[in-house]
């Protein structure tokens, strides 16, 4: 029998004046990890070794110009700059901030050719370029606990009138598929949240957006098939533990599902760009200017980050090969509707349709 490929793992070094480089060397200081991918360093040698230096690793590393060299059973680092560049620790900078979009821009070409199957990105202070890609929804993932938004990188203020029904619909199915795709989950229940706080008068429970909008959301979702429930006011939803009952949470803005998952998270949430044709994670750990170079910073969480694009790509070729020539159904599947009963919302009652009733 054939010995299965090793998936590649194309990793950029991110900030070089951060700690992307820290975590890389201390990830791959266990050389057992080698032998679940083959991974390339997409960076520049000079730098790496500054680092390694700097903070006393002895993580070895061997360069290569092309991603065609790469050599199983090693750390391969992948040139992607020759020049010399300044290396400030816990300074940001524009040779770093180009240093960084170089090799970002290497790997993703590299991973779009087919040369690499997982790209997983050192943290970068560049901007969520990816975010901007309607088909493309960030997973945060923490533990047990999942998140995605439906809208980023917004002031608040400008939040509600970037929520319409159509984005809600269309950033639920993209979880949906994720969620079943990458992540095996056969049939996942999905929570909704909230734009506003629900009142204490029961007969006017939500506000305009979660009546014109966001009920009718999930409304068409559960006539498509998929268990979105919701919506759940946030502080409630979280505090009282219901998130644990469900395999993924939909938040409306940045602040609502962030804050509650990093402050839940042990040791560090990362984040997968679900809807792209390759498999795309990074650690959400952030540069951490403020121990650059000190030999403090934690890996933990980019190697989370790369056992979940390894598990990812490995799940994704499971579920399409089957995926590409299914069998027909031979019966009709009932609906189970317990689900929907469990997960029930109370809705704002039409107090116009009651006073009519009441007159007649």
């Known amino acids: 029998m054939e010995e299965e490929r090793k998936p590649r793992v194309a990793i950029t070094h991110g900030d070089t004046n951060g700690v992307g480089y820290e975590q890389i060397l201390k990830t791959f200081e266990d050389p057992m990890i080698m032998e679940l991918c083959t991974p390339i360093v997409y960076g520049s040698p000079k730098v790496a070794t500054y680092h390694r230096k700097a903070m006393d690793l002895q993580t070895q590393f061997s360069i290569i110009a092309s991603a065609e060299e790469a050599k199983d059973n090693r750390l391969n680092l992948l040139t992607t700059f020759d020049e010399e560049i300044k290396i400030d620790f816990g300074q940001p900078s524009e040779d770093a901030s180009q240093a960084a979009r170089k090799a970002l821009k290497q790997a993703m070409v590299d991973v779009q050719k087919g040369l690499a199957d997982v790209l997983v990105m050192a943290p970068d202070n560049l901007p969520d370029f990816l975010s901007k890609e309607p088909e493309v929804l960030w997973m945060h993932i923490a533990d047990e606990m999942r998140v995605a938004l439906v809208t980023s990188q917004l002031a608040l203020k400008d939040v509600p009138k970037a929520i319409d029904k159509q984005i809600i619909v269309n950033k639920a199915r993209i979880m949906y598929t994720c969620l079943r795709r990458d992540l ?19 007969a006017d429970r939500w506000g305009e957006e979660e009546k014109n909008i966001i009920i009718p959301a999930v409304e068409e979702l559960a006539e498509a098939g998929i268990q979105a429930f919701g919506p759940y006011a946030a502080d409630a939803f979280f505090g009282n533990g219901d998130y644990t009952k469900f395999d993924a949470v939909l938040a409306m803005y940045y602040e609502q599902g962030m804050a509650p998952l990093k402050t839940l998270a042990a040791e560090g949430s990362i984040a997968l760009a679900t809807g792209m044709p390759f498999v795309c994670v990074k650690p959400e750990t952030g540069v951490l200017y403020n121990i650059a170079g000190q030999g403090k910073a934690d890996e933990t969480a980019l190697r989370h980050a790369l056992f979940m694009g390894i598990d990812v ?17 031979l019966y009709k599947e009932k609906r189970d509707e317990s689900e929907r009963v469990r997960f029930n919302v109370p809705k704002a009652k039409d107090s116009k349709k009651e006073e009519t009733e009441k007159k007649q």
């Open 184 to 202: 095996r989950i056969s049939n996942p229940r999905i929570a909704v949240l909230a734009l506003n706080p629900p009142t204490a008068n029961e």
């Open 313 to 329: 790509f490995r799940n994704r070729v499971n579920y399409d090969e089957p995926m590409a020539h299914p069998l027909p159904k």
